[in-house]
């Protein structure tokens, strides 16, 4: 059975309680995802590079549909480092297994920036049973050549992030950058954020397992979730126009615009401010400032973090 695009939508914007996709996905997402990936649940292999694992962190803070579901009723999870049981060549030789057995039918998620210098030795990922040595670059080119899609999940993987800003000796680069410079044209989703919200993560997979790519922004991330100027959609912006402004973090004046502490919400476009994070409990705005994380040229193009933009 194959979900239809306006169940997809009906599922995920939850008419009942009148939410849109923009703010949360519905309980009932996980059945009918179930029945969408019958018979066999799709192959995903996600690999992590340079990066601090936060990307990880966050999807297994999902709530609705919540990742023990995702991965136990509707992928068929096969390596993920961070949750994986397997270590060492038994891993490796299961990611090349599936590289070649679902060829063109499995999805491969990227996490951290890929290393290139000195032939990616900065990032190792095991050896194989026959004693075969593999850095992550050369996994990543393995994955990406014969995955159906790639996601890139986070700033590291979509932008090069802290791991390839200015001064790193390692070389590293997006997985797109790294793709296309070996010739690979298999698509690549980029979920931006450091990290990315969950629901970008999952919201993005369920639409590429139902529906295929989703329509993308020129940064190549998915426009359900990008490109919404964050300053113009701010509570705070009446503040902002009124030049009622918080100037320090420690300042207990919530009722102002953060400009003056280095808010980047004017030059950055994500639904934060409607979807709100650890489950709409609050955003990084309400407590301090939006340092810029989900535009792909973070953090070089956002740097210094505290410096005021408007
Ligand atoms: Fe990067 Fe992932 Fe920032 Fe961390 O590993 S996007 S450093 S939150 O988690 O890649
Ligand atoms: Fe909101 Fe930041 Fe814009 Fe102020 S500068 S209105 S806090 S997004
Ligand atoms: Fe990133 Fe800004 Fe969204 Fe926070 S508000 S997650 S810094 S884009």
Known sequence: MSL????????????????????MFHPGLVKALEAATEPGRPPVVWMQGNGCTGCSVSILNSVNPSIADVVLKVISLECQETLSVAEGSVAVDHM????????????????????????????????????????????????????????????CATG???PGSKGNV????????????????????NITGCPPHPDWMIGTLVHVLT?????????????????KNIHDNCPYLPYFEKNVRQKTFTEKKTEACRAD????????????FSRKWNNGTNWCVENAICIGCAEIDWPDAFSPLYSPVV
């Open 96 to 155: 090349l297994e599936v590289a070649e057995k679902f060829k063109g039918k499995f999805y491969y998620i990227s996490e951290g920036a890929l290393p290139t210098a000195e032939n990616g030795a900065f990032c190792t990922i095991g050896v194989d049973s026959k004693g075969k040595e593999y850095t992550v670059l050369e996994m990543a080119k393995i994955l990406g050549a014969n995955a159906a899609a790639c996601v890139a999940v986070g700033a």
């Open 4 to 23: 239809k695009r306006r169940d997809f939508v009906k599922l995920c914007s939850g008419t009942v309680a009148g939410f849109g996709i923009s703010q």
């Open 160 to 162: 090069g992030g802290i």
């Open 261 to 272: 502490m280095g808010c980047k919400g004017p030059l950055t476009g994500a639904d934060c």
């Open 170 to 189: 390692t070389g590293c680069v997006p997985l797109h950058k790294y793709l296309e410079s070996q010739g690979i044209k298999t698509p690549v989703i």
């Open 211 to 227: 529906k295929g790519v989703p329509e993308l922004d020129a940064q190549g991330r998915p426009k359900m979730f990008f490109g």
